[in-house]
């Protein structure tokens, strides 16, 4: 089992940057690929970033590719989502989910799910 822990949200101003940090805990981390997702009210939630166990494989949402980085640190049991150029319809609860095996931008696929960090993008 895996128990995920986000932070590091908050307000940041329009062209920001923020780092989200995920804590996992559990001695199988390195066993499961781990995404990024965010959810805004009354919407679905939208697959952000997702990266293989190894980390040498990385998949990004078209929305946030070239201002977003997934990455992770094994020895740490944590991944990280560095999110540069910030803009305000990237407002939301940003939530990391581990899934075992391969990554997906499913959300249903992800077996684990932090409780969420709230960011919010001010124009």
């Known amino acids: 089992q895996v128990q995920l822990v986000e932070c590091g949200g908050g307000l940041v101003q329009a062209g920001g940057s923020l780092r989200l940090p995920c804590a996992a805990s559990g001695r199988t981390f390195s066993s499961y690929a781990m995404g990024w997702f965010r959810q805004t009210p009354g919407k679905e939630r939208e697959f952000v970033a997702a990266i293989s166990w190894s980390g040498g494989s990385t998949h990004y949402a078209d929305s946030v590719k070239g201002r977003f980085t997934i990455s992770r640190d094994n020895a740490k049991n944590s991944v990280y989502l560095q999110m540069n150029s910030l803009k305000p319809e990237d407002t939301a609860v940003y939530y990391c989910?581990?899934?075992?095996?391969?990554?997906?931008?499913?959300?249903?696929?992800?077996?684990?799910w932090g409780p969420g960090t709230q960011v919010t993008v001010s124009s």
């Open positions: 989910a581990a899934v075992y095996g391969g990554y997906s931008d499913y959300a249903g696929a992800y077996e684990y």
